[in-house]
């Protein structure tokens, strides 16, 4: 018998109602959330630091997936962005957006 290695991921998304919605979408036997934080723009020091607690969790090796509701919004322009996005795959950790009417993409 085959044992289904599930992928731990970390959900990251700008409300607590989307996080719901997508929860609900994206857990499935492959699949499992370990974490969730949120966008924290207001009265914040750093940019998106809801991302903060992602990025230790692929420091530590925790998480193997960054889900979030919209992975061209990760930094505040395009370079952030892909700054992010090349900090989360050093780390091993793919990068999937979700969309809160339906599908799952990359």
């Not at 044992?3 to 409300?15: E, H, M, P, Q, T």
Request: net charge neutral; with cysteine; glycine share 6%.
């Amino acid at each position: 018998m085959t044992r289904i290695c599930k992928k731990r991921a970390w959900l990251y998304c700008r409300d607590e109602g989307k996080e719901r919605a997508a929860a609900k979408r994206i857990v499935s036997e492959q699949v499992s959330v370990i974490g969730v934080s949120h966008c924290q723009k207001e009265n914040s020091i750093f940019p998106h630091s809801g991302l903060i607690p992602a990025l230790h969790a692929a420091i530590r090796g925790d998480i193997d997936i960054l889900i979030a509701e919209n992975s061209e919004r990760l930094g505040q322009d395009i370079i952030q962005t892909q700054e992010f996005k090349d900090i989360f795959e050093s780390y091993g950790v793919s990068i999937r957006s979700f969309n809160i009417a339906g599908s799952n993409n990359s």
